[in-house]
């Protein structure tokens, strides 16, 4: 990510932090694909011991699914400092902290799942694609990754009062048959790739893609 838009989705959710985890503290707003797709993350999980990433965990409600969902050990990583003290505020138990997607501080293989839970959807195509990388490295053979994002093509811009505040922030949209072929360029399995219309107050399609290492 470059360093402008590195420091202006940080100081984005900095500011929206409180208000993004009083209005999103769980899966009150997913769709049933949505929660069907994170079941199939959940079952395609290796059964061993290896911890499972919320990469981009923000205020920490994927977090709080998986673990009822019996997935441990967990760890979550997020951008901005003030989405990761909401984080470990409500998970004192699990290791939360600061970094960057591109360059998670994992030794390689030492995760057999990846959760990017529309954390990608303020990366250009090449930053998605060091993104990707970073997850190919850090999973072991066989690991799970799901990706949830907005789907289209060009940008997309949150402005006015985001979270209460007058913000604006410029969002990328992906295709899922981009990310899915990017996946594969990288060695992944893809499993599922899936695409839905908006919803209600939604502007945008929805993409997901589950792959395996």
Do not use: K, N
């Not at 959710?13 to 769709?31: F, G, N, Q």
Request: glycine share 8%.
């Amino acid at each position: 990510m470059s360093t402008d838009r590195h420091a202006a989705t940080r100081a984005f959710y900095d500011t929206v932090a409180e208000e993004y985890a009083s209005l999103l503290p769980d899966l009150r707003y997913e769709r049933p694909l949505e929660q069907a797709m994170l079941t199939e993350f959940v079952d395609a999980l290796p059964d061993d011991d290896a911890p499972v990433l919320d990469a981009g965990c923000g205020t920490g409600r994927m977090l709080t699914h998986l673990s009822a969902q019996g997935v441990t050990p967990l760890r979550g990583l997020d951008l901005s400092p003030e989405m990761v003290a909401h984080a470990r505020a409500s998970h004192p138990d699990l290791p939360v902290e600061v970094a960057d997607l591109a360059a998670l501080p994992l030794d390689p293989q030492t995760a057999r799942g990846v959760l990017c839970w529309y954390a990608i959807i303020h990366s250009t195509r090449d930053e998605v694609g060091a993104i990707l990388d970073e997850f190919g490295r850090v999973l072991r053979p066989g690991g799970a990754l799901l990706l949830g994002f907005q789907a289209g093509a060009g940008e997309r811009v949150v402005d006015g009062r985001a979270y209460g505040h007058p913000l604006t922030l410029h969002g990328v949209l992906h295709e899922p048959t981009e990310i899915a072929r990017m996946l594969a360029q990288r060695g992944f399995t893809v499993i599922v790739t899936a695409h839905r219309a908006a919803h209600g107050e939604e502007r945008h399609a929805q993409g997901f893609v589950l792959a395996r290492r």
